[in-house]
Nanobody, 128 residues
Framework: QVQLVESGGGLVQAGGFLRLACRAS????????LGWFRQTPGKERDFVAR????????YYADSVKGRFTVSRDNDRKTVFLHMNNLRPEDSAVYYC?????????????????????WGQGTQVTVSS
């Protein structure tokens, strides 16, 4: 079983940049596909990005494509979400999630139900 802890959230002006990190403990990090989701009060948790276990495939929600980049460092057991050109509508609690996969699995994994493990979330607020 893997435990996930997010960090890096905060308050930023529109057009600004943030980098979120999610560090894992327990389990074998390199065996997991990792996803980022976000949620605002009263709404469902939405998919943001996914990266495969070896980092070879990345998949993004249309709303963040071209502005956000997901990456991972398996030696540091950490997944990152680099967020550029932030907009007020990007404000949300951001969660990382993990699921075990096989090495050749490039499925999208864009649903909440696809993931087994979740972090506690980190708040991102973008002011206009």
């Amino acid at each position: 079983q893997v435990q996930l802890v997010e960090s890096g959230g905060g308050l930023v002006q529109a057009g600004g940049f943030l980098r979120l990190a999610c560090r894992a403990s327990g389990g074998t990090f390199s065996r997991y596909a990792l996803g980022w989701f976000r949620q605002t009060p009263g709404k469902e948790r939405d998919f943001v990005a996914r990266i495969t276990r070896n980092g070879g495939s990345r998949y993004y929600a249309d709303s963040v494509k071209g502005r956000f980049t997901v990456s991972r460092d398996n030696d540091r057991k950490t997944v990152f979400l680099h967020m550029n050109n932030l907009r007020p509508e990007d404000s949300a609690v951001y969660y990382c999630a993990a699921r075990p996969t096989i090495l050749t699995d490039n499925s999208d994994y864009s649903s909440v139900s696809d993931y087994h493990y979740w972090g506690q979330g980190t708040q991102v607020t973008v002011s206009s």
